[in-house]
């Protein structure tokens, strides 16, 4: 029993920095070193290419409408990655506040998996895990004026939640 | 005596029906890069055409919606939305006008994006991005990027 435990700790150990590495460089991409091409032989065709206000290339993979991983791969001009980071993590979710408009939230969620109105309000849904790996459902209600009014967390698994079933789209 | 008269009713609701196919063929834009977005709200368009493909936001924090379709489709479609809610332009997007801006040495990236919408596909040259798009007249248009993200060659 003893060796049982001893050898379960060593497997945590051993599988804990490779869990971290694939949040910090997921699929092996490293900043400063990878390149666009690197990015999509790897991973493939992003879902969506956008620029910021600096003129760099981002590419975005969600996954969506049923994908739980979204990542952001910012380019520098020398098409070398400059930063790779997964998107919907907690720390995202603590920077949502009400009166927010849809295009900040894009900025920091990135774009919502669904878009839906129920009563001519205006609902948008992003599909991520919260707490480590529970996959939830965040739901925002925007008001009248399209500002954000209130967000709601929701547990997949939640019975008639829709989403039980979902793909998880990639994962690194 | 029947027979004859279920032929030619049959030949009338075929001759009838071909009529009403030729008056459903769409027209001027339609025709060209197929079914706009319907609508005259966000609500509207996202019941009846779906959820876009890629969003974007103007300068001034307007929403706009692409449908594109990516690899598949042919025509592609931009619709932009004040800040109410309400639609205020459905404009299609790859038409000669845009394309003609693309050329070697002109736009960035940036602006390629903005004219012609997302890429059905991206490639590499070497270390130059590539991307390729479909057009409404079904050829292909491949669009090359040297140096400073700007247009190096155009290929169709």
């Not at chain 1, 774009?111 to 109105?117: A, D, G």
């Not at chain 2, 030949?11 to 319907?38: D, H, M, N, S, W």
Request: charged content about 25%.
């Amino acid at each position: 029993m003893m060796r049982f435990s001893r050898w379960a700790v060593l497997a945590v150990a051993l599988s804990l920095p490779g869990a971290l590495l694939a949040q910090s460089k997921p699929w092996g991409i490293d900043p400063g070193r990878s390149t666009m091409k690197d990015v999509r032989s790897r991973i493939g065709m992003p879902s969506v290419i956008k620029f910021n206000a600096e003129g760099e290339e981002i590419w975005e993979y969600n996954n969506n409408p049923n994908g739980y991983h979204a990542y952001r791969i910012v380019f520098g001009a020398d098409n070398v990655v400059k930063s790779a980071r997964r998107m919907r993590m907690d720390a995202d979710q603590l920077q949502i506040k009400p009166g927010m408009t849809s295009k900040e939230l894009v900025e920091i969620m990135g774009e919502p998996s669904l878009i839906y109105f129920i009563r001519n309000r205006l609902y948008w849904e992003w599909r991520l895990h919260h707490f480590g790996n529970l996959r939830h459902r965040l739901v925002v209600e925007f008001d009248a004026d399209y500002t954000l009014k209130s967000t709601a967390l929701i547990g997949a698994h939640y019975r008639g939640s829709g989403s039980t079933h979902g793909y998880g789209g990639l994962t690194p | 005596m029947r027979s004859i008269r279920h032929v030619l009713a049959i030949t009338l609701a075929i001759g009838a029906a071909a009529l009403a196919g030729c008056a459903a063929r769409p027209t001027g834009e339609a025709a060209i890069y197929g079914t706009p977005p319907q609508g005259g709200t966000m609500q509207e368009v996202r019941n009846r055409t779906g959820l876009p493909n890629a969003m974007r936001f103007l300068g001034s924090g307007e929403e706009v919606w692409e449908f594109n379709d990516r690899r598949v489709a042919w025509g592609a479609w931009r619709v932009v939305y004040e800040r109410d809610g309400k639609v205020r332009e459905i404009m299609p997007i790859r038409r000669p006008e845009d394309i003609a801006q693309v050329k070697a040495g002109g736009a960035s990236a940036a602006e390629v994006l903005e004219l012609l919408g997302e890429p059905g596909g991206v490639s590499f040259a070497g270390q130059d991005a590539v991307w390729e798009y479909c057009l409404p007249d079904r050829s292909r248009l491949k669009v090359r990027f040297g140096e400073g993200k700007r247009v190096a060659g155009v290929d169709s």
